[in-house]
């Protein structure tokens, strides 16, 4: 398996505008997560999903962020409009559920610069 | 809410020497604990992880770490670092009955050859 794959892994841009961030999580499973590590905040979980469902939200900075999981095999983050406090590397991760103990697999995250 | 705390920001070493990395956790209830790794340009990686049974947990590379119980504590060690152990070590915990991680904010770690 490929592993957790996300696009684009690095991404500049302007204030302002739209930034989407991808993620593909590994085959067959059903939960899936967006992190983000800053210096100043470190990793922090923004939202995760359980069979293309957002469960928790509570991490999602404001109205600017949202997440969307239309199938198995595909999530985006987007964030409208961007502003520079938002550059950061955004993790995408997934795990197959029964357990909480199960390892969360993470993808080689993005790298978001906002001018 | 429950919270990590890492001791160490910056830990520097020379290879051979003995490695421990402090983590104590804030929660009531029982917790899966996790040690991830992040070398230089890469990706999160599991090192290892305690559910229950023994407290002494062995993960790779030669690491290992132990729950104490009563002091909510899961301290990573290595008795001899490479070079190669140089990378950012975060501690993580998940309440048992929960999918959220909440990271320690991590120490890095750097080994001099």
């Known amino acids: 398996d490929a592993g957790v794959i996300q696009s684009p892994r690095h991404e500049v841009t302007e204030m302002g505008q739209e930034v989407t961030l991808r993620c593909k999580p590994i085959?067959?499973?059903?939960?899936l997560f967006w992190y983000r590590q800053t210096m100043m905040r470190g990793l922090e979980l923004l939202i995760y999903f359980n069979n293309n469902v957002p469960i928790d939200d509570s991490g999602m900075p404001e109205d600017r962020f949202s997440a969307k999981m239309p199938n198995a095999s595909f999530s985006t983050l987007k964030i409208q409009p961007s502003e520079p406090r938002d550059s950061a590397v955004y993790f995408c991760?997934?795990?197959?559920?029964?357990?909480?103990?199960?390892?969360?697999?993470f993808g080689p995250g993005t790298r978001l610069t906002v001018l | 809410a429950q919270s990590v705390s890492q001791h160490n920001h910056h830990v520097i070493l020379s290879e051979a020497a003995s490695l421990e990395l402090g983590c104590n956790y804030s929660y009531g209830g029982t917790v899966n604990l996790f040690w991830y790794v992040q070398y230089p340009g890469q990706h999160l990686q599991l090192l290892l992880k305690y559910f229950s049974g023994d407290p002494l947990v062995k993960g790779i590379k030669g690491f290992e770490a132990e729950f104490i119980k009563s002091k909510f504590s899961f301290n990573l060690r290595k008795p001899s670092v490479q070079w190669s152990d140089t990378a950012e070590y975060f501690c993580?915990?998940?309440?048992?009955?929960?999918?959220?991680?909440?990271f320690g904010a991590g120490t890095t770690v750097t080994v001099r050859a």
């Open positions: 993580a915990v998940i309440p048992s009955n929960d999918y959220k991680l909440s």
């Open positions: 991760a997934s795990t197959q559920g029964g357990s909480p103990y199960n390892e969360q697999f």
């Open positions: 085959s067959g499973h059903d939960y």
